[in-house]
C-alpha cells in the first residue's frame, strides 16, 4: 500500500521525512497515553504521600513514603483476600458450568439450544441491581447472605454467559472429525471433553477466566447488596466504605486502591492479547 | 455459519455410535440425547436461577409490600399497583429517569467520539503502537468503584489536582465538580466518558482492521481526501460494528451503580440520582424492596427495547 502511494504521487516523502512523522505519531500516542492514564498516576502519586493526603498533592512524590501502603495492608489486607478467594471460587464455578455448556451448544444437535444461546446473550443484558434486589430475599431465605459461596455464585454471574458465548464461537471451529475420532478410540463423551476439547480450546478458556475473574474482582455491587455484616467483605466494598469513615486518609485510600488495581495491571502485561480478544471476541461475535 | 457446519455433519455421526455400540438404536439415542443434556444442564439451571427467577421475581415484588420488618416476620402481602403510584408520583423518579438519559446519552457520545478518534488515530503505523494501545486499556480494568474513588479526589473542589491545574492557567480554579447540583451530572459523565474509551477504541480499532485495504488504495488513486475516504468508506463498512459498540455502552451505562455510588451517592441534592441508584436507594437504604423492584423494572424495560436492537445488530452481523 506504501509503495502505490508513494509512485502514484508526486509529492511522495523521502524515507527520512516519513519516519520523522512515524516518530511524531509515536509522541502524540504517548500524550494520549499520558492523559489516559493520569488518574491512574495521580492514584499512585497519592498514596506515596500520605501525610499530603488532606492537602494539595504535589506533582510528584518527594521522596517514597510507605505508610499509606503499610496502613492500607493492616486495615484492607484482608479484604483484598478475599477478593482473591471470591474470586478464584468465582472463576471455578463459571469455568466449571460454562466450558461444557459452550461445548454442549456449539457440538450437540439438541432441540432447544438455539434458545439457549438466545437466552445467553439476553441474560447479559439484565441489569445487575434487579437482580440483587431479588436475590437478596431469597439469598435471605437460603441463608447465603454473608456467605463467600453466596457471594461466588452471585460474581460467577457475571461472567458465565459471556463465558458462554465467548467459547461456544471458539468451540464451534473444532472439526466434528476430531470429536468422532477420539469417539471411535473409545473414549466416552466426558473423557473427549476433558482431554480432546478442553486442550483445544485453551486460549478461549483463559480468556473467559481470565474475564470472569476480573468481572468478579471488580464487583461492588453483589458485595454491597448481599453483605450485611463484615464476614465477607471485598476490597472494592472495603475501600467504598474507607472513604465513608476516614474521608480525611486519602493517602491509604489510594494505596488500597492501587492495591486493588494490581491484578488489573499484571494481567494487562501478561495476558494482554485475551484481554484483547475477550473485549472484541464476547462482544463483536 | 456454526450452524450449517454443524448439521452438514451430524447425521454421519450418528451412525458409528448407534450402530457400532447399541442394538436398539432408539433406546441408545435417548441415551445419548440425556448424557449430552448433562452438558448444558448446569448452566441452563444456573441462568434459571440467577436471570430467569430474579425477572420473574422482581415483577411480582413490584405489587408486594416489603417494608423492614418483612425479613423478619416474612410477610410482603400483595398491595396492587400502590408500588407503582408511588414511585411514580414522586418527583424523584422524573428526576432520575430523566438524569439517566441525560448521563447515558452524554457517556455514549463521549465515549464512542474519543474511542473511535483513537481508533482510527491507532491504525496509522508507528513506533509501540501496540504497547500504547494497549495500556490504554487500563482504565477499563481497574474495578470502576476504585476509579470512582481515584476521581473524586482529582475533582476535590479546594485540594483537588484538576482545580489546582485550572487554576495555573487562570480558568477558574474552584469549580465545585462533585459539590454543586448544576455540575455534578457533567462531571460524573465525564468521568464516565473516561472510562468508556478503551472499550469503544478497542472494539472499533478491530472493526477497522477489517475494512479492505484495497478500498484505500483506491480512494486514494481516485484522489479522495481523508474525510471523503472516512465518510464513503470507513463509516459505511464500519456501520455494524459501530451499532454493537453503541449497543452495548447503552447496556452498561443504562444500570451504573458503582461509579455514581463511588462519585456522589447520588447527590448533591439527588442531582446524579439515576435509575439505578435509586432502585439500589429504595431496596437496600429505605428498605422498600417493593418500590425499588418498579423502578428495576423500568430499567428492565428500557433495557428491553435496546437487547431487541441488539440482537437484531448482531445476527445482521452474520450469525
Known amino acids: 500500500m506504501a509503495t502505490t502511494t508513494v509512485t502514484q504521487t508526486p509529492t511522495a516523502q ?35 504521600q500520605p501525610e499530603a493526603g488532606l492537602l494539595e498533592v504535589s506533582p510528584i512524590p518527594h521522596g517514597v513514603d510507605m505508610s499509606g501502603f503499610t496502613s492500607a495492608i493492616r486495615e484492607q489486607g484482608g479484604h483484598l483476600l478475599t477478593s482473591l478467594a471470591v474470586a478464584f471460587g468465582a472463576v471455578t464455578i463459571c469455568l466449571a458450568i460454562a466450558a461444557p455448556a459452550a461445548y454442549g451448544l456449539a457440538q450437540f444437535r439438541l432441540r432447544g439450544t438455539r ?22 430475599s431469597a439469598y435471605v431465605d437460603l441463608g447465603l447472605v454473608n456467605s463467600y459461596f453466596g457471594l461466588m455464585l452471585a460474581d ?5 454467559p459471556f463465558a458462554i458465548v465467548l467459547m461456544r464461537s471458539f468451540m464451534v471451529a473444532i472439526p466434528r472429525e476430531v470429536i468422532e475420532a477420539a469417539e471411535v478410540d473409545g473414549a ?20 473467559a477466566g481470565l474475564f470472569s475473574f476480573l468481572y468478579a474482582w471488580s464487583d461492588f455491587m453483589f458485595a454491597l447488596t448481599l453483605n450485611t455484616t463484615d464476614d465477607v467483605k471485598p476490597v472494592t466494598l472495603g475501600i467504598y466504605q474507607y472513604i465513608g469513615a476516614h474521608v480525611g486518609d486519602w493517602g491509604s485510600v ?11 495491571a499484571v494481567l ?18 | 455459519m456454526s450452524t450449517t457446519t454443524a448439521s452438514a455433519t451430524a447425521p454421519a455421526a450418528d451412525h458409528p455410535t448407534t450402530t457400532v455400540k447399541k442394538p436398539d438404536p432408539a433406546r441408545a439415542r435417548r441415551r445419548r440425547r440425556l448424557s449430552q443434556w448433562g452438558f448444558i444442564a448446569p448452566a441452563v439451571l444456573f441462568m434459571v436461577l440467577f436471570f430467569g427467577y430474579p425477572l420473574v421475581r422482581n415483577v411480582l ?5 416489603y417494608s423492614p420488618s418483612t425479613f423478619f416476620d416474612g410477610k410482603a402481602p400483595f398491595n396492587g399497583t400502590d408500588n407503582w403510584s408511588k414511585v411514580f408520583q414522586d418527583d424523584l423518579f422524573g428526576k432520575a429517569l430523566w438524569h439517566t438519559v441525560v448521563f447515558t446519552i452524554g457517556s455514549l457520545i463521549g465515549q464512542f467520539g474519543i474511542g473511535l478518534a483513537l481508533a482510527v488515530f491507532f491504525t496509522k503505523r508507528f513506533p509501540l503502537n501496540g504497547v500504547l494501545r494497549s495500556l490504554i486499556l487500563l482504565p477499563w480494568l481497574v474495578p470502576m468503584v476504585v476509579s470512582g474513588i481515584v476521581w473524586r479526589r482529582i475533582l476535590d473542589q479546594d485540594t483537588g489536582v484538576l482545580n489546582s491545574f485550572l487554576d495555573t492557567f487562570g480558568l477558574g480554579g474552584a469549580t465545585p465538580w462533585l459539590t454543586s447540583p448544576g455540575m455534578a451530572l457533567f462531571s460524573v459523565i465525564l468521568v464516565n466518558i473516561w472510562i468508556g474509551i478503551p472499550f469503544n477504541m478497542v472494539i472499533l480499532y478491530g472493526g477497522l482492521q477489517e475494512v479492505p485495504k484495497e478500498l484505500y488504495e483506491a480512494a486514494s488513486l481516485d484522489g479522495a481526501s481523508a474525510w471523503r475516504t472516512f465518510r464513503s468508506i470507513t463509516l459505511p463498512l464500519l456501520k455494524p460494528v459501530i451499532t454493537v459498540v453503541l449497543v452495548l455502552g447503552f447496556m452498561s451505562t443504562v444500570k451504573i451503580l458503582d461509579l455514581i455510588l463511588a462519585l456522589t451517592d447520588g447527590g448533591p441534592a439527588d442531582s446524579t440520582q439515576t435509575l439505578g441508584t435509586l432502585t439500589y436507594q429504595n431496596s437496600f437504604v429505605q428498605l422498600d424492596f417493593g418500590a425499588g423492584a418498579v423502578v428495576g423494572n423500568v430499567l428492565i424495560l428500557i433495557s428491553a427495547v435496546f437487547a431487541v436492537f441488539y440482537l437484531r445488530a448482531n445476527r445482521s452481523e452474520g450469525k
Open chain 1, 254 to 264: 489510594m494505596a488500597a486502591s492501587v492495591l486493588s488495581a494490581i491484578p488489573a
Open chain 1, 268 to 285: 494487562l502485561v501478561l495476558a494482554q492479547k485475551y484481554i484483547a480478544a475477550g473485549i472484541t471476541g464476547g462482544s463483536v461475535k
Open chain 1, 156 to 160: 460467577a454471574s457475571l461472567g458465565i
Open chain 1, 115 to 136: 434458545t439457549i444461546v438466545f437466552g445467553t446473550l439476553i441474560t447479559q443484558m439484565v441489569p445487575g441491581i434487579v437482580i440483587a434486589n431479588a436475590l437478596y
Open chain 1, 14 to 48: 523521502r524515507p527520512a521525512t516519513r519516519a520523522k512523522r512515524r516518530w511524531g505519531a509515536t509522541v502524540v500516542g504517548v500524550l494520549i497515553l499520558g492523559v489516559m492514564l493520569f488518574p491512574l498516576y495521580w492514584m499512585l502519586n497519592t498514596a506515596l
Open chain 2, 61 to 65: 415484588m413490584s405489587f408486594q409490600d
Open chain 1, 188 to 207: 466416552g463423551r466426558l473423557r473427549t471433553f476433558v482431554q480432546v476439547v478442553l486442550p483445544m480450546s485453551r486460549n478461549s478458556l483463559i480468556t
